[in-house]
Structure formats: C-alpha cells, structure tokens
C-alpha cells in the first residue's frame, strides 16, 4: 500500500544523493571557460531511476490542481462596516486633542452611510446547477455575494442558508453546466496523507492577486478541538445560547493557508474533497505551519440541510460530557484510555429517555469508536432527528448497548440575512447614478450642470473594480447620449446577464474615457 510519508521521505534521499553526485562532478570536471569568460560545463545527469518517485509524485500534483481548480470559485462580500468593525478609526485620536489636528469626528460622515466594507473568501462548486460550499465566516452578514470562476465569469449569489456552530453555508448561483468537485470521505483519511489545499489567499477586499493558488502538504493530525467556532459564537450575543452545539473536531495540515483561503477544498491525491479549509492557528494572522478543515462528511450532511430545508436540523443525543483520561479508564474499567464520560443526561432528553446515566462512559455509536468528545458530536450530528443509534458504553466496568431514537436540537435563527440577486442593473453593476444638477456640479467640479453623474460605486461591484469613480459623468451607455436617469434605466433595462454594458465617462477637467463592464449573472 502507498504510504506518502515513506514515498516524501525517499524524495528527500534522492534529492540528498542528486546533490552529492553533482558536487562529486563539479569539483572533478573544474571549470573550462577561457580567462575572463567564464563559463560553465553542463552538469552531470542524475539518473533517471533515482528521480522517478519526484516526477510522478509532480505529475499527480498537476493533474489533481488541473482537475479541481475549475471548480474552486473567489468569494467577494460587502457588509455594512457597523457589522464588520470596519468603521472604527485605526488611529484613534481622543476627542479632546482632536481640535489641535483640525480633525473632523470620525462618525460624522456628513448624514451619508459610511462604504460598505468588502472581504474575500473561497468557495467550491457541488453540483452543476450553482450550488457553492463555503464558510459560514466568509459570507455571513453579507448584504451582496459576488462569485468569480477561473474562466473570469463572474455571477451575484444567493444565500441559501448558512451554520454557525459548523462554520458552514451554501449560496448558489444561476448558472448550469458548471464544473463540480468529488466529495470523498473524511473518515477515511490517515495522519501522513498527502493532501492540496486550494482557494483564493489573497487578503480580501476584493485582491486577486493571489487567485487560485494550489499549496501542498500531509495530514498532520485529525480531531482536533480548537473551540474556535465557540469562541466565536460565544462573542455574539445572538449566538450564545447555541455555543454549546459548536462541532470542532478539525483536519489539521501543513499545507499552506492563508486568509482568504477559508471555504476552498482540501483534497486527496485522488482530487476528492476531505476537507473545507476553514481556520489557521498563529499569532501574525497568517500561516505559520497549522492549517486546519472541516471534515467533509459533516459538511455534505450539513449541506443536504440547508439545500432542503434552508437551515440545519441538528440531531440531539441529549448529554453534557468531557473527555476521558487515563484516571478516569482506570476508575471505570475501560480497556483503554477513549470515549466520553457522560456528566449530565437531563431528564426530558433522548439518552435519559433510553437509560444513559451519569457516569457512563460512551465508548462507541453505531459501532463507530468514540476517541474524544468532538468525535461524537461528529458522529450525532451526521444523523437525522428521530434515527435511532446504538449506543456502547462502560457502566460499573461492565459493557451494555442502549438503543436511543435521536431528538432535534433547537440552534434558533439558523440563517444569516439571506442576499439575492438584485433586480436594478445598476445595482448589479455596482453603481449609483443621479441628476448633475447645480449642487452635485458645485460639489464634484464641474463648471455647469446638466446630464447624469455617477453619484457612488460599490468597491467590489464590476464597475468599481473596472475603475469607474464617484463624481464621473455619464455621457453615453453602450453609444447612447445619456441626458437623464431615466435613459439610464431604459437602456440598461433591456440588457442581460452575461452582456457587455459600455460607458463613456467625463471627467470635470473635460477628459472623457471608456470603460466596458460585463453585467453579473
């Protein structure tokens, strides 16, 4: 059987045997240019037996980005900066000393909404139809989801239902025919495992520099309980009381993840997906060797949910729990250090109504071991309310099996402020358009009034990112002189997703450009 660390550490041999044959050969041959033209002898070939492991293992590296990246997609969001914590001075300067700065207050913007803030994500694609698995994170609070493909098509998604005690959701797309990724088996996966990390690590706001980067790596560790997903729910107030139910029992890797990467793939050799990257531990905010995923097999359970229902319904085992360690196997008669110690199983739950108690040690579900708390809630909550499991545990050091038919759990509003497609094309296009009159001429620097003048433009919208600036005037769309708003919307009225809108802009300085933008689907 291919055991991948053994094949990396042969790599790393003949890689060590590579130089010392070339060193060997170097300092043998000596060099052979002509005084004060140096050259150099082409060095001796390494053999191509010693080398062959590093080829094919290079090989399947691309043949495994080729076949998944056309279906890992950039995520763009705006929210308003009252949720993002984006309106806040960086450099806060005290009100009292503000005056000395001839500095204006910060929160006074004039009676206008401050900007929206934009973040950036990744996502995958599911099935053909538009339907995209991502991270709860990425696009929750979003009043707009914009979704990029490698092909450079770009769509406005719909939220169709997000969890955040899993850190998981799904938007959609009105597109078919989409390239879609496999969905493999996180409990499949060994410590050891080559595994890529793919997505979109530029550091948001709408950056592509950085678009569909491929990072490779082993499985480092699986189940791993980091409680940051509690910790988060934990911070919101809204969320609080469902922190308990927050499953964190997380892949950890070494291949690179950086912001930005949250919701792209991680997959196997075999380009299936184990994984949803989703977190990183380090003290800079960026990488420093620990990345972290969603096991797969929650996610697909978890996104049959909200795809049919729109939210989550969370099977309920009905127990507060710890972990076992070695004094506890020892007091209750385990065979082994592993499983949960039931510390409360109240009355009105499923596990007091089939007869668990306090002081089992639950040691398998379903014939599936139990190795630690986050495993069972991993397993729980890849069942339906109303299954019912077999539960094996240890009570008095004695084995028993106790049959319990599963409740659902109640998580509250389970679905972040859903986005849709918006119905203006100017709102699509990402920009806001207004009379130039008297008073918008006097405030952007033009000499006479008269037309229409892009009034304010979304920063991540298709004409933000295209360059199109607040105060530019509209003298034509798609060759037609512009003389009203009401034109603007005429003619943008008869135009599709997918068409090429042209508009020729003014500048108050009487320059003139053009700027072609492609409507989102």
Request: aromatic share 6%.
């Amino acid at each position: 059987m291919f055991d991948p660390l053994k094949a990396k550490t042969r790599i790393l041999v003949y890689t060590l045997g590579a130089f010392a044959i070339g060193a060997t050969g170097a300092s043998a041959l000596g060099w052979t240019s002509p005084p004060g033209l140096p050259t150099f002898t082409e060095a001796p070939q390494v053999a191509e037996d010693l080398v062959r492991p590093a080829v094919e293992l290079s090989a399947a590296f691309t043949a495994i980005s080729e076949a998944v990246t056309p279906a890992v997609v950039r995520i763009e969001t705006e929210r308003p900066r009252s949720v993002a914590g984006g309106g806040q001075d960086p450099f806060p300067i005290p009100e009292e000393f503000r005056r000395f700065f001839d500095m204006p207050d910060p929160g006074d913007r004039g009676g206008q909404e401050p900007p929206p803030q934009t973040a950036g994500g990744s996502g995958f694609i599911v099935s053909s139809d538009g339907y995209i698995l991502t991270n709860d994170h990425v696009v929750s609070e979003a009043t707009r989801i914009r979704v990029f493909l490698p092909d450079r098509r770009e769509y406005t998604a719909e939220l169709v239902g997000t969890d955040p005690t899993t850190d998981l959701a799904v938007i959609k797309i009105s597109e078919n025919g989409l390239p879609t990724l496999s969905l493999g088996s996180s409990a499949d996966i060994r410590v050891g495992e080559w595994v890529l990390a793919v997505g979109n690590p530029g550091l948001g706001g709408g950056s592509s520099s950085l678009d569909y980067t491929v990072t490779a790596g082993i499985i480092s560790a699986i189940g791993r309980p980091l409680q940051l997903i509690q910790g988060e729910l934990l911070r919101q107030e809204a969320w609080q009381e469902v922190a308990g139910f927050a499953i964190e029992d997380f892949i950890q890797t070494d291949a690179v993840i950086n912001p930005g990467n949250s919701g792209g793939p991680l997959v196997n050799v075999y380009g299936q997906v184990v994984g949803i990257n989703s977190a990183i531990a380090s003290r800079t905010g960026f990488f420093q060797g620990y990345g972290f995923a969603i096991p797969v097999d929650l996610a697909k359970r978890i996104m049959e949910d909200l795809v049919e229902f729109g939210e989550v319904r969370r099977a309920y085992l009905g127990i507060e729990m710890q972990g076992v360690e070695p004094v506890d196997a020892e007091y209750y008669g385990l065979p082994r250090t592993m499983g949960v110690l039931v510390q409360n199983a109240p009355a009105d739950g499923p596990a007091a109504r089939a007869g668990i108690q306090q002081e089992d040690v639950i040691v398998a579900i379903d014939d599936q071991d139990v190795e630690r708390p986050g495993q069972l809630q991993l397993l729980i909550a890849q069942k339906r309310p109303g299954d019912q499991v077999r539960v094996r545990l240890y009570r008095d050091g004695e084995p028993r099996e106790i049959d319990v038919r599963l409740g659902e759990a109640d998580l509250g509003p389970r679905v972040s402020q859903a986005t849709a497609p918006r119905s203006s094309i100017e709102d699509r296009i990402g920009i806001d358009v207004a009379p130039l009159d008297d008073s918008a001429a006097e405030q952007f620097g033009y000499d006479s009034a008269g037309g229409v003048v892009i009034q304010g433009v979304s920063p991540a919208g298709p004409a933000g990112r295209r360059g199109v600036q607040p105060g530019e005037r509209l003298h034509s769309i798609n060759q037609e002189d512009i003389s009203s708003v009401e034109d603007v919307e005429r003619i943008l009225a008869s135009t599709e997703a997918g068409d090429v809108v042209s508009l020729r802009l003014g500048r108050p300085d009487g320059s003139s450009r053009v700027v072609n933008i492609r409507v989102p689907g």
